[in-house]
């Protein structure tokens, strides 16, 4: 995905006439998905109008069942080569090596605020850095590029990438999107990250 194309996901107002006027231009491809995601981001799906409604009455049940959304998170990640390695409090850690990185993402369906996040995070997988921990103990640990990387985050808008209010039958779209937003940045992560050891 290239920046101009992250810059009209981000800006609401930016047209492809405004890509071509500074010089770049989008693919199709990239038109594409600026126009799903500007049709998604405007529209209510009638899940959601239908929770807004309840949640509007007092008869919204806003936690559904989690087990279901962990099942296809799981599923959809595996097909896309991601190996779980274990779990952290409520949430599920998977591993991708990429030419010299290792991209641990985290994953989780029981968020306090949410009912789905994920944020991958970058380390070295054989260059080590020097690190004094707490107690004054020299370490060499695996040198840590970035952590909280996500949609959301690359374009400004929060920390991490979450999803809220889902119900059931929205499970395995939200895992979906889940694995395409993880599959995209494992096919930039080799040019991103050339050369940087």
């Known amino acids: ?91 599920m850690k998977f591993n991708m090596q990429i030419d010299g990185w290792n991209i641990l993402t985290y994953v989780d369906t029981e968020p306090t605020d949410a009912q789905l996040l994920y944020s991958p995070h970058v380390y070295s997988t054989d260059e080590l850095e020097s690190v004094v921990n707490k107690h004054g103990q020299l370490m060499k640990l695996p040198i840590s590029l970035g952590k909280c990387i996500s949609l959301n985050s690359w374009l400004g808008i929060s920390s991490q990438t979450e999803w809220f209010d889902l119900t059931e039958p929205e499970f395995e779209q939200a895992a979906k999107l889940l694995a395409t937003l993880c599959s995209h940045f494992f096919k930039i992560v080799p040019e991103l990250l050339k050369g940087l050891i």
């Open 1 to 91: 995905m290239s920046n101009t194309c992250l810059l009209a996901l981000w800006s609401s107002d930016f047209t492809k006439g405004q890509a071509e006027a500074i010089g770049n231009s989008l693919t199709n491809e990239e038109n594409e998905l600026i126009n799903q995601y500007r049709r998604r981001a405007l529209a209510l799906s009638p899940a959601e109008l239908d929770m807004r409604d309840r949640q509007l009455t007092g008869n919204a049940k806003l936690r559904s069942s989690r087990k279901g959304l962990r099942k296809f998170a799981r599923a959809e990640l595996k097909q896309i080569n991601m190996t779980q390695t274990g779990k952290v409090g409520t949430g």
